[in-house]
């Protein structure tokens, strides 16, 4: 019996997770949950539980409550949906104290990926991330010496195709209809700019031990290849499946071992062809800045995060643009003094920076 926190219950990893946990009480048991603001669905999510969690909480209980359930004795196993860098202390909670850490908070690495390495040691990491778990799936097993490439397929979002001028006048409604996936706010409109992709191929460096160099990104509209590796004898090997984030929730659980599909299977004869091409970095620089910040390293990529997190946010409140947020991002990371994490003050710091350059620079958008 594997005993699960899951944080960030309400949420859209959160609840596909305790949709595959339901269909193994006899393996898994959830005892704890936590969430953002929706404390009727947390509730609701408690109640349907066979055994009921001993802790739940929400934002009011703030990051202590959060950090305290990472710390659960009766807890073996801590699934990070949190979304945004918030969910860096958990996940560095969690490792430190020896806990199993199911990864879908893709920002823990990208903010703060040095000291989650640090904290992780020799533990695994298991990804939630599809293209992150697809890697981790090709990468099995093989010599990571072999390892040439990886090839981290991005959908293009609902945008693919379109130049530069035909961006600025999206609306927010437009931004969240993604063709393939179907997510939080957040992580949709990071792929409609990008920056998804962006946040993802800085994932994967601190993930798997691979420089920028080396890590690719490869439109692939169908969203059935989810990444690729290229080993040095030329062969790639590829994890295809459906479009359905169950099975990389399933898979992290169930590793390295396999259970019956949560959802269906594809058929490639259905399916007919698989398109691949370059992505478009003009339309698009959200992802070119993620690779700029991911080589410069130190503080920049945990400043490209909040600021982009800041130029969301404002995108979904009606404040600005959709392409300022690029604008916004490439601004304050083009301003910042790039230093070396040796803590999560450091890091801290430099986000709070961030947040209140790119509010500023939003606001003087606003005004003029
Ligand atoms: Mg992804």
Request: net charge negative; hydrophobic share 40%; proline share 5%.
């Given at each position: 019996?594997?005993?699960?926190?899951?944080?960030g219950?309400?949420?859209?990893?959160?609840?596909?997770?305790?949709?595959?946990?339901?269909?193994?009480?006899?393996?898994?048991?959830?005892?704890?949950?936590?969430?953002?603001?929706?404390?009727?669905?947390?509730?609701?999510?408690?109640?349907?539980l066979?055994?009921?969690p001993?802790t739940?909480?929400?934002?009011?209980?703030?990051?202590?409550?959060?950090?305290?359930?990472?710390?659960?004795?009766?807890a073996?196993?801590?699934?990070?949906?949190?979304?945004?860098?918030?969910?860096?202390?958990?996940?560095?909670?969690?490792?430190?104290?020896?806990?199993?850490?199911?990864?879908?908070?893709k920002?823990?690495?990208?903010?703060?990926?040095?000291?989650?390495?640090?904290?992780?040691?020799?533990?695994?990491?298991?990804?939630?991330?599809?293209?992150?778990?697809?890697?981790?799936?090709?990468?099995?097993?093989?010599?990571?010496?072999?390892?040439?490439?990886?090839?981290?397929?991005?959908?293009?979002?609902?945008?693919?195709?379109?130049?530069?001028?035909?961006?600025?006048?999206?609306?927010?409604?437009?931004?969240?209809?993604?063709p393939?996936?179907?997510?939080?706010?957040?992580?949709?409109?990071?792929?409609?700019?990008?920056?998804?992709?962006?946040?993802?191929?800085?994932?994967?460096?601190?993930?798997?031990?691979?420089?920028?160099?080396?890590?690719?990104?490869?439109?692939?509209?169908?969203?059935?290849?989810?990444?690729?590796?290229?080993?040095?004898?030329?062969?790639?090997?590829?994890?295809?499946?459906?479009?359905?984030?169950r099975?990389?929730?399933?898979?992290?659980?169930?590793?390295?071992?396999?259970?019956?599909?949560?959802?269906?299977?594809?058929?490639?004869?259905?399916?007919?062809?698989?398109?691949?091409?370059?992505?478009?970095?003009?339309?698009?620089?959200?992802?070119?800045?993620?690779?700029?910040?991911?080589?410069?390293?130190?503080?920049?990529?945990?400043?490209?995060?909040?600021?982009?997190?800041?130029a969301?946010a404002?995108?979904?409140?009606?404040?600005?643009?959709?392409?300022?947020?690029?604008?916004?991002?490439?601004?304050?990371?083009?301003?910042?003094?790039?230093?070396?994490v040796?803590?999560?003050?450091?890091?801290?710091?430099?986000?709070?920076?961030?947040?209140?350059?790119?509010?500023?620079?939003?606001?003087?958008?606003?005004?003029?």
């Amino acid at each position: 019996m594997r005993n699960i926190v899951i944080l960030g219950s309400t949420g859209s990893i959160g609840q596909q997770a305790l949709e595959v946990i339901a269909r193994y009480p006899d393996e898994y048991r959830v005892v704890g949950l936590s969430a953002h603001n929706q404390a009727d669905l947390l509730g609701a999510q408690a109640k349907a539980l066979p055994v009921a969690p001993r802790t739940t909480l929400t934002s009011r209980d703030g990051l202590d409550g959060l950090l305290e359930m990472c710390r659960l004795d009766e807890a073996d196993t801590v699934i990070n949906a949190l979304v945004g860098s918030i969910g860096l202390r958990p996940t560095l909670e969690t490792l430190r104290g020896g806990k199993q850490l199911l990864l879908a908070n893709k920002e823990s690495l990208v903010a703060g990926g040095e000291l989650v390495l640090a904290a992780a040691g020799e533990h695994e990491i298991i990804p939630i991330d599809s293209e992150h778990s697809a890697l981790f799936q090709c990468l099995h097993g093989e010599d990571p010496a072999d390892v040439a490439k990886l090839i981290i397929t991005a959908s293009g979002g609902p945008f693919r195709g379109r130049s530069g001028g035909e961006l600025s006048g999206i609306t927010l409604e437009e931004a969240l209809a993604h063709p393939r996936w179907t997510m939080g706010p957040k992580i949709t409109i990071d792929s409609a700019t990008m920056m998804n992709k962006g946040l993802e191929v800085i994932e994967a460096h601190f993930l798997f031990g691979v420089p920028y160099d080396q890590i690719d990104v490869v439109v692939h509209p169908q969203s059935i290849v989810h990444s690729l590796v290229e080993y040095v004898d030329g062969s790639l090997i590829g994890h295809l499946g459906p479009t359905d984030m169950r099975i990389p929730i399933q898979y992290a659980l169930s590793y390295p071992r396999r259970r019956m599909a949560p959802a269906g299977t594809i058929n490639l004869v259905e399916l007919g062809e698989l398109n691949f091409q370059a992505p478009d970095n003009e339309a698009f620089p959200c992802l070119s800045y993620a690779y700029r910040a991911g080589r410069a390293g130190g503080t920049a990529p945990a400043v490209l995060n909040a600021a982009n997190e800041v130029a969301v946010a404002a995108f979904r409140s009606g404040a600005c643009g959709f392409t300022d947020i690029s604008d916004c991002v490439e601004e304050v990371l083009g301003s910042h003094t790039i230093l070396p994490v040796d803590s999560v003050e450091v890091l801290e710091e430099a986000e709070r920076w961030a947040r209140e350059r790119a509010a500023s620079w939003l606001a003087a958008w606003g005004n003029g």
